[in-house]
């Protein structure tokens, strides 16, 4: 069974940067597709960003331009760089890896964003 772990989350001041990593317990074969996710209290989850093998690459308008996904195969993890963040990010960061095994879902990560 593959686990992901998220880190990286943390409280920000607005403006601020961060860098949520998500490393799976193990090389996942065939894998197609790679996204964050996040959810704020009393709402339902939202995709941030999700990168896929063939290279395309899409972003939630709210993040585009400040949010960048990218991924190191030899380390069988995957990144989001925040920069400009705002209060309305504030959330729970969660990744996904999607492949033909199986789709699999990190524990989460929280990120506040407050002065």
């Known amino acids: 069974q593959v686990q992901l772990v998220e880190s990286g989350g943390g409280l920000v001041q607005p403006g601020g940067s961060l860098r949520l990593s998500c490393a799976a317990s193990?090389?996942?074969?065939?894998?197609?597709?790679m996204g964050w996710y996040r959810q704020a209290p009393g709402k339902e989850r939202e995709l941030v960003a999700q990168?896929?093998?063939?290279?395309?690459?899409e972003y939630a308008d709210s993040v585009k331009g400040r949010f960048t996904i990218s991924g190191d195969n030899a380390k069988n993890t995957m990144y989001l760089q925040m920069n400009s963040l705002k209060p309305e990010d504030t959330a729970t960061y969660y990744c996904k890896m999607g492949s033909f095994s199986g789709t699999y879902w990190g524990q989460g990560t929280q990120v506040n964003v407050a002065s």
């Open positions: 193990r090389s996942i074969s065939r894998t197609y597709s």
């Open positions: 990168s896929f093998s063939g290279g395309n690459t």
